[in-house]
C-alpha cells in the first residue's frame, strides 16, 4: 500500500504529465495554420504525446531515486516529469531555445538531464542498452542504483530489446524493462504485430519475472513496481514489467486516426486513470479534497511556469548552428 505522501506524490506527478500534455497539444498548434506545417511555430517538428499513459510514469518512478538511471522512448515527456527532469529547461528544449537541456538541438525526443540520469530517444528500443549499460557501471561501482528502460509494446518486437533483455537476465543486472502497451505501434494493433498477447510472458525467456498489469491500474503497477525496484536495489537481478496503458491523442500531432475504431477514446476517458487514482485516494480517508486540489494546483502552477520560462527564452545565435554536430 502507498503512503500518504506516495499517493499524493503520484497524483501531483500524473495531474503534471496530464496538463503538460494537454498545454501542449494546444502550443504545438500555433503557427502551423492554416495549412499543417510541422517545421513551422513555437513548436516545430514532430510531437508524441502520452496523455493517458501517466500510470505507467508515476506508478514506478515513486520508488526511484535521483541516481538512478531512467530512458524513455519518443513519447517521453510523463516519464521524464515524473523523473524529476528541470521542467523549465525540458519546455525551453522542445521549443528550440539556447537554455533548453541540450541548447535547444535535441526537441522533444531527446531531452537529456544528467542531474536525475534521464534520457530519451525518437529511435525506438534504443533505450534499452543504455539501461543496461548503466546497470552495470551501478553494480560494478558496488552502488544499489538501478535503471528502468521504458519501451512501447511495438518497441518491444525490435531486435535491441532482446539484446538488453537477454544480457541484463544472464549478468542479473539492477534493470526494470517497463513495457507501456497502448494498444497502438503508429497505426498498428498489437494483436498485427506481436505473437503472444501478454509481451511479460517473455521473462522467463530471460530468466526473470514478469509481471502484467492490467487495466492502466496505478496502484497495482504501485506494487509490482515496488517489488521490482526492491529486488534489483538487492542485487537479484532485473523484471519485465508491461503495463496495458492508454494513449488518449493520435501517434502525433497532426494525425488523422483513421485506423482508431470510433469511440475508442471516449470509453478509455470513461475510465481516466487519474480520476480513478483521485477517487480511490479520497475513498481511502488519509488524504482530503482540498489537499488533492492543492498538488493538482501546484502542478498546474508548475507546468504554466515552464511555458512562460520557454516562451520568454531566447532562441540560439544562428553562427552557433555548426557547433557540436559532425561536420
Ligand atoms: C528503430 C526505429 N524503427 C522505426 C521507427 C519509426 N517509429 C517511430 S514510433 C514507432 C512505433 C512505436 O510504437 P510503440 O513502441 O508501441 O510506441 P508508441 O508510439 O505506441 O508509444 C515507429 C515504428 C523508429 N523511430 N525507430
Redesign the pocket.
Known amino acids: 500500500m502507498p503512503s500518504k505522501a506516495q499517493l499524493l506524490w503520484m497524483y501531483e506527478a500524473m495531474e503534471k504529465a496530464r496538463y503538460y500534455e494537454d498545454t501542449m497539444a494546444t502550443v504545438y498548434m500555433e503557427g502551423k495554420q492554416p495549412k499543417f506545417d510541422i517545421g513551422a511555430g513555437t513548436v516545430p517538428g514532430e510531437m508524441?504525446l502520452?496523455a493517458g499513459?501517466e500510470p505507467c510514469a508515476a506508478g514506478v518512478c515513486v520508488h526511484l531515486r535521483p541516481e538512478d538511471t531512467v530512458t524513455a522512448?519518443?513519447?517521453p515527456h510523463h516519464v521524464a516529469i515524473a523523473k524529476g527532469v528541470d521542467l523549465n529547461r525540458m519546455t525551453a528544449e522542445i521549443f528550440g531555445k539556447k537554455s533548453g537541456l541540450s541548447g535547444g538541438r535535441g526537441g522533444h525526443m531527446h531531452l537529456f538531464d544528467p542531474a536525475v540520469n534521464f534520457a530519451c530517444s525518437?529511435?525506438?528500443?534504443?533505450g534499452t542498452g543504455p539501461a543496461v549499460g548503466a546497470a552495470l557501471a551501478a553494480k560494478l561501482k558496488g552502488s544499489d542504483a538501478i535503471s528502468v528502460s521504458y519501451?512501447?509494446?511495438?518497441?518491444?518486437n525490435?531486435g535491441a530489446t532482446h539484446e538488453a533483455l537477454n544480457l541484463a537476465g544472464l549478468w542479473k543486472l539492477p534493470v526494470v524493462f517497463v513495457i507501456?502497451?497502448?494498444a497502438?505501434?503508429?497505426s498498428?494493433p498489437?494483436s498485427k504485430a506481436t505473437a503472444i498477447a501478454d509481451t511479460s510472458q517473455r521473462a522467463a525467456g530471460y530468466g526473470m519475472p514478469g509481471h502484467h498489469v492490467a487495466d492502466n491500474d496505478t496502484l497495482a503497477l504501485f506494487e509490482v513496481a515496488g517489488e521490482a525496484v526492491a529486488r534489483a536495489r538487492r542485487g537479484e537481478g532485473p523484471s519485465l514489467i508491461e503495463v496495458e496503458t492508454y494513449?488518449y491523442y493520435g501517434?502525433f500531432q497532426g494525425d488523422p486516426e483513421l485506423y482508431r475504431p470510433k469511440g475508442e477514446v471516449e470509453a478509455l476517458k470513461a475510465k481516466d486513470p487519474i480520476e480513478r487514482l483521485r477517487k480511490a485516494m479520497l475513498e481511502g480517508g488519509e488524504i482530503t479534497a482540498e489537499e488533492a486540489d492543492a498538488a493538482r494546483d501546484r502542478a498546474r502552477q508548475e507546468v504554466d511556469e515552464a511555458y512562460a520560462f520557454a516562451r520568454a527564452a531566447d532562441y540560439p545565435a544562428p553562427e552557433e548552428a555548426l557547433t557540436h554536430v559532425f561536420a
Open positions: 508524441h502520452a499513459q522512448p519518443h513519447r525518437g529511435i525506438i528500443a534504443e519501451i512501447g509494446e511495438g518497441a518491444a525490435q507501456e502497451d497502448n497502438w505501434g503508429i498498428v498489437k494513449r501517434h
